[in-house]
């Protein structure tokens, strides 16, 4: 499009606060935009822009800017210079790369979309996008994220639909402000028990993964809606089986009778402990068996209990049972279980 039909479009003048300029064929911006120092908000998604203009930052008042179906490869990096952005869309370009120097800019940040790109990487400076509440990554390629994102105290939405995410960070438990965690579509295995944390969740959607069982706190979660179809998670389809005895490593021996006499409240065992770093790692990896109470380290029976949460939330049409994992520590306090806790059949 040439630059004299956009000259009607910028009449506004200089204190003009808002400006659409969507699906003009653009490939690059025009050169009075710049003087509106007073814009607050600027859509100019559906054209063919590839980079902004150096002069972007006297756009100092610009708190939302949408620059969604065009052709970025990169997150722009005169964006660091918009202190008042609050808003950013980015959605439905060809980003492969987010500058860590974008992150450090953009503090005042709240919405960050950055679907339908081929972002496979988060840089760890993505924590300093601090007053985050809603971050969206569908439909890219990333794998991972970094633990850093969980720093993002404020963060309310997070959503990562169609990526390859193979697992999650144990700190998404920081993460006590999210509401909304949307994870369809991914190559999921298994649930980090850091998620049985985040106090706030409401809404998890796990659909579309390769999960067989939930963590074993997951009852204690408050959630509103839960879908999990396309999972193939474990049935309750009891068989009968052989106990094996119980037969337990010198070390997992020593673990079990160090950790009950620190349940104990030995205090000359808790002071000799503290003092040595090596015991004290060791000892800091303990699970609790979840029949007898007592601690144990690296052996255990891994078990399943089958929760009704119908009642509780909205859930999958072909949801009913929802397998939760019970560890125990023995054979023995497996006998002492209810009906309600099963042995896992492996194929």
Known sequence: MQQWPLLRVLRGGPETRSLSLTARHLHHLPWGLAKMKALECLNLRDNRLCRLRPDMEALSR???LNLGNNIFEDVPEQLTCLKSLQKLYLFGNKITRMSPLVCGGLQNLVLLNLNNNQLSYLPPEIHRLE???????????????????CCLRKLCELHLT?????ALPEEIGHLTKLKILIL?????EELPEGLCRMVSLR???????????????MQDLD??????EGNP??????????????????KEITARFLLAQLKSRNLSLHKAIKQNTEAKEILSQQRECAQCGYGFLNMWLECVQFVDVKQRMKTSRNLHLLPVR???????????HDDSLFGIAVP
């Open 233 to 250: 998670l474990l049935q309750k389809r009891p068989v009968c089986a052989i106990q094996e005895e119980d037969v337990l490593t010198l």
């Open 223 to 228: 959630l509103v809606e839960l879908y999990c």
């Open 162 to 166: 169609h990526n390859s995410l193979i």
């Open 131 to 149: 007053n985050l509440e809603c971050l969206s990554l569908n439909s890219n390629q990333l794998q991972s994220i970094p633990r850093e994102l």
């Open 203 to 217: 809404v998890l959607d796990l659909a579309g993964n390769k999960i067989q069982i939930f963590p074993t706190a």
């Open 326 to 336: 019970i560890l125990l520590c023995s054979y023995r306090c497996f006998n002492q």
């Open 62 to 64: 610009l708190k939302v």
């Open 184 to 188: 369809s579509r991914n190559q999921i």
